[in-house]
């Protein structure tokens, strides 16, 4: 009996799967603000530099008249925002004056920032522009560096301790962390915070979308992994209208922190995945978890009937092989193992760059943080399309579709006049839809993928390489500025990439999922039996049909 029969015994998509599920999607979708976070907390306002402390006194008679005697100009007649004038030029303020070539310096005394927008952001406090500017990009990338780490050490402890544990010290880690970043004044703590803050993206999507695969029947699997697709575009909508209303940005750290305290507190009811409990040899706690799912799906007696002795079997044939400890390679020691990890490498790299490089170059279209920010939108009708592909046709041809379809959307805009900007936001908004679609379904097809006694350790391991787009994202944007065809080949031959990639793989569609190393190598031989067989046959009707003597009817 497989584990998914004995899920629907006790009651399949009923109470239980639907609050689990809602619980977990809950804190993905507000977890998607991080990712997005410092578009607002470190967004750059108009400044210029703050005038000579010894001219405070003639600044205060005529502002306006003060900056143009003391900034110059840049080529769009805005004030410079990293020089000023060594002394004052007083010539400037005569209309008929075109300026001396006066000579210029850094900002020495800082910055003055317009706050019409933003009152407060991390680049005003800590001077994070000119010279300093780096340090901005520094605090993402050390963002970015957290979710990496996150994914390789949580990923492989996940498979060790169990999906629940390391989900409940996540949530608490993220409350944390993103409040005393709110708290603190030093940029060097808000680094160290947000590094802390980036760890807990991987151990927060990671173990819940396993928690929801484990614990969902087959049939149900494909719409609770598309769902986690829509918390994070709602979570890109949820953060754009927070960030509006509340502008500055200790304020809004903590308003998107806060409430992962709350999850934290009502995740101890979560249970743990029976499937990983069966796995360790804890199965009186996997029937004590079964029992309580049976009960609150209205199905108590099936629970009662459900013992130890019931699941011993059970436990026998599916876990008799399993390994008493894992480690990273594991990954690529037994052939079918091998060539999943291996194509998922290729899958999560390209399609993260692809990705997260259209929708950085999305910004470029001169729309306001707050409408690009809620351009998300456009992603939900591409996961509706992807949802029903995936019922319908499996995770590996949906995901081989719209990868294909995304990168052929973005080669086309090499065709398409500049000219034609609504016509190019379009098909850029399309592409990236295309691609948040197969994103999703990348993240339910590596769980389904693996066996559960290295599912964690494997998506972990694949979700190592989706984080290294932040190296290679920014790198391939900048070939934008050498060439305007470069850019879309680039993003594009990475979608076409990972759509030749899938083909390697099989479907799960309407498949149980595997439970062991050894069970997932003896499902690979018999699929490749079979192909061999059918291949043999298929060559003997060919040879038959050749040699045997054509027929004349009358």
């Known amino acids: 009996m497989a584990f998914t029969d004995l899920l629907d015994t006790l009651g399949g998509m009923s109470r239980f799967q639907l609050i689990h599920t809602a619980l977990l999607l809950l804190p993905c979708g507000l977890l998607a603000c991080h990712n997005f976070l410092q578009n607002f907390t470190a967004a750059v306002p108009p400044h210029h530099c703050q005038g000579p402390a010894n001219h405070t006194e003639a600044s205060t008679n005529d502002s306006g008249a003060w900056l143009r005697a003391t900034v110059p100009l840049d080529q769009l007649g805005a004030p410079e925002p990293c020089r000023r004038f060594t002394k004052p030029q007083w010539a400037l303020l005569s209309p008929n004056s075109s300026g001396p070539d006066s000579a210029t310096e850094r900002c020495k005394d800082g910055w003055v920032y317009n706050h019409s927008?933003?009152?407060?952001?991390?680049?005003?406090?800590?001077?994070?522009?000119?010279?300093?500017?780096?340090?901005?990009?520094?605090?993402?990338?050390?963002?970015?560096?957290?979710?990496?780490?996150?994914?390789?050490?949580?990923?492989?402890l996940a498979d060790r301790l169990g999906r629940k544990a390391p989900l409940v010290w996540s949530y608490l880690q993220l409350a944390a962390s993103g409040s005393a970043t709110a708290y603190f004044s030093s940029f060097s703590a808000y680094c160290v915070f947000r590094?802390?803050?980036?760890?807990?993206?991987?151990g927060i999507i990671l173990n819940s979308l396993s928690l929801v695969v484990e614990w969902m029947p087959t049939r149900g699997r494909t719409v609770a992994g598309i769902l986690l697709g829509y918390s994070f575009t709602l979570g890109q909508l949820i953060l754009a209208g927070i960030a509006y209303l509340i502008r500055p940005w200790r304020c809004l750290q903590f308003a998107v922190s806060a409430p992962f305290l709350i999850f934290f507190l009502y995740s101890w009811w979560l249970p743990e995945s029976s499937h990983w409990l069966l796995l360790h040899g804890k199965s009186q706690?996997?029937?004590?978890?079964?029992?309580?799912?049976?009960?609150?799906?209205?199905?108590?007696?099936?629970?009662?009937?459900?013992?130890?002795?019931?699941?011993?079997?059970?436990i026998q044939s599916k876990f008799a092989s399993v390994r008493t400890s894992n480690s990273i390679l594991d990954l690529f020691r037994t052939p079918?193992?091998?060539?999943?990890?291996?194509?998922?490498?290729?899958?999560?790299?390209?399609?993260?760059?692809?990705?997260?490089?259209?929708?950085?170059?999305?910004?470029?279209?001169?729309?306001?943080l707050y409408l690009v920010q809620a351009f998300g939108i456009i992603d939900i009708p591409a996961m509706l399309v992807a949802t029903a592909t995936m019922i319908y046709m499996g995770c590996r041809a949906t995901v081989a579709s719209f990868l294909i379809l995304a990168g052929l959307m973005v080669i086309a805009?090499?065709?398409?006049?500049?000219?034609?900007?609504?016509?190019?936001?379009?098909?850029?908004?399309?592409?990236?839809?295309?691609?948040?679609?197969?994103?999703?379904?990348?993240?339910?097809?590596?769980?389904?993928?693996?066996?559960?006694?290295?599912?964690?350790?494997?998506?972990?391991?694949?979700?190592?390489?989706?984080?290294?787009?932040?190296?290679?994202?920014?790198?391939?944007?900048?070939?934008?500025?050498?060439?305007?065809?470069?850019?879309?080949?680039?993003?594009?031959?990475?979608?076409?990439?990972?759509?030749?990639?899938?083909?390697?793989?099989?479907?799960?569609?309407k498949a149980p999922l595997v439970e062991t190393i050894a069970a997932m190598e003896r499902r690979a031989k018999e699929a490749a039996s079979k192909k061999h067989v059918e291949e043999k046959s298929e060559k003997i009707s060919l040879q038959q049909l050749r040699t045997s003597p054509l027929r004349e009817t009358i």
């Open 195 to 202: 590094f802390l803050m980036g760890m807990t993206f991987s």
């Open 413 to 509: 805009n090499m065709f398409v006049p500049e000219e034609l900007k609504l016509f190019l936001k379009s098909k850029a908004a399309l592409g990236k839809g295309c691609l948040a679609s197969s994103f999703i379904c990348v993240y339910l097809f590596t769980g389904e993928l693996y066996p559960t006694e290295i599912r964690q350790m494997g998506m972990g391991f694949a979700s190592v390489y989706a984080r290294l787009r932040g190296l290679a994202a920014p790198l391939v944007t900048t070939l934008g500025e050498y060439s305007t065809i470069l850019l879309p080949v680039s993003f594009g031959a990475t979608a076409v990439l990972a759509r030749m990639a899938v083909c390697f793989l099989t479907e799960t569609r």
């Open 336 to 368: 079918a193992i091998r060539k999943v990890t291996c194509c998922l490498m290729v899958i999560w790299f390209s399609n993260s760059v692809a990705y997260y490089g259209l929708a950085m170059n999305l910004q470029k279209f001169g729309l306001s």
């Open 285 to 314: 706690l996997a029937v004590q978890n079964l029992q309580k799912v049976a009960a609150m799906n209205g199905r108590k007696e099936e629970g009662e009937r459900l013992t130890k002795e019931a699941v011993s079997s059970y």
């Open 117 to 156: 927008v933003f009152p407060s952001t991390i680049v005003m406090e800590w001077d994070l522009v000119c010279e300093a500017r780096t340090l901005r990009d520094l605090a993402q990338s050390v963002y970015t560096a957290g979710v990496l780490v996150g994914a390789a050490v949580i990923g492989s």
